[in-house]
T-cell receptor, first 112, second 111 residues
Framework: NAGVTQTPKFQVLKTGQSMTLQCAQDMNHNSMYWYRQDPGMGLRLIYY???????DKGEVPNGYNVSRLNKREFSLRLESAAPSQTSVYFCASYYRGGNEQYFGPGTRLTVT | DQQVKQNSPSLSVQEGRISILNCDYT??????FLWYKKYPAEGPTFLISISSIKDKNEDGRFTVFLNKSAKHLSLHIVPSQPGDSAVYFC??????????FGTGTSLTVIP
């Protein structure tokens, strides 16, 4: 059981470049999330998906798109990266009725 | 507007003493509260939770207290150990799959 996996672990982009962060979970959870963590800001929700085929905006969705490819995978896309998107990104999954979210190890993204 | 607040960015405690981490919330609809622990370069991991129907939940050295009238919860770690040094996030949810996180408190346990 790998839990929640994220790729890549590190990425450096130039302003205007695009990229997709990948996330997968093997726990058969319905809900998946993307957060960003910035100093002094805690974990802020970018997008979440309550089930396969559905996505909803969180607190800070601007500049991002998501895709719930299937029950296992939830990707986050930056179409035109900006320095303000420099952050650590965490994917998480959750089983309704369970106790907690499970988090991946994070992707550290730097936009120059 | 931050619905879950952790007003102490950092806390230092001597090994063996009690660590008390605090969290306040504004949304009275929150009915489930959690604490996560995060080490550098790792994702947060679940520590302990409490439902709004309770005012205390204990798991080994960790106890969470909930004061609904004050919209306040706290995490007590007794005794504190150097391995407890990490960032602690509190989180809350309101009968949904959406969770709201505080800004975190960095705990340092001094040997």
């Amino acid at each position: 059981n790998a839990g929640v996996t994220q790729t890549p672990k590190f990425q450096v982009l130039k302003t205007g470049q695009s990229m997709t962060l990948q996330c997968a979970q093997d726990m058969n959870h319905n809900s998946m999330y993307w957060y960003r963590q910035d100093p002094g800001m805690g974990l802020r929700l970018i997008y979440y998906s309550a089930s396969e085929g559905t996505t909803d905006k969180g607190e800070v969705p601007n500049g991002y798109n998501v895709s719930r490819l299937n029950k296992r995978e939830f990707s986050l896309r930056l179409e035109s990266a900006a320095p303000s998107q420099t952050s650590v990104y965490f994917c998480a999954s959750y089983y309704r009725g369970g106790n907690e979210q499970y988090f991946g190890p994070g992707t550290r993204l730097t936009v120059t | 507007d931050q619905q879950v607040k952790q007003n102490s960015p950092s806390l230092s405690v001597q090994e063996g003493r009690i660590s008390i981490l605090n969290c306040d919330y504004t949304n009275s609809m929150f009915d489930y509260f959690l604490w996560y622990k995060k080490y550098p370069a790792e994702g947060p991991t679940f520590l302990i939770s409490i439902s709004s129907i309770k005012d205390k939940n204990e798991d080994g050295r960790f106890t969470v207290f909930l004061n609904k009238s004050a919209k306040h919860l706290s995490l007590h770690i007794v005794p504190s150990q150097p391995g407890d040094s990490a960032v602690y996030f509190c989180a809350a949810s309101a009968v949904s799959d959406q969770f709201y996180f505080g800004t975190g408190t960095s705990l340092t346990v001094i040997p």
